[in-house]
């Protein structure tokens, strides 16, 4: 079964903010860091992308036949996907293994496992 991972930042401390990073230590800032080369190099895994930050994003909608387009997600920021991955797994609780080893869900954020429907 094929899982996606879905990466919810929360308020996980990431380089992107150099405030928040700083109050990592260099250890567990290099733990992070570590972590996620472990995760993306485990077998089944196919990497994502990281994505930029919420406020960054452009919302697109169809009403009536016309395309409209509004700055920003309509999310808290606790709720905003940072990332994603995809698994291929034997079963749910192997997903969740590899989720409970992301590094957002111990800092602050969340993991969403889903399993991916083929069309």
């Known amino acids: ?11 996980t401390p990431t380089p992107r903010d150099p405030e928040a990073w700083a109050k990592l230590s260099e250890d567990e ?5 570590a972590d996620y080369k472990a995760i993306n190099e485990t077998s089944g895994v196919t990497p994502g992308v990281g994505m930029g930050e919420p406020e960054t994003a452009t919302t697109v909608r169809v009403e009536d036949g016309k395309t409209l387009t509004t700055d920003g997600p309509f999310v808290e920021v606790k709720e905003a996907v940072g990332g994603y991955l995809f698994y291929e797994a034997d079963d749910l609780d192997a997903a969740i ?3 409970s080893r992301i590094p957002a869900a111990r800092l602050g954020g ?3 496992v889903r399993p991916t429907v083929e069309w």
């Open 1 to 11: 079964m094929k899982y996606m991972l879905l990466i919810h930042q929360g308020d």
């Open 29 to 33: 800032q290099q733990a992070v860091f």
């Open 97 to 99: 293994e590899l989720a």
């Open 110 to 112: 969340a993991i969403e």
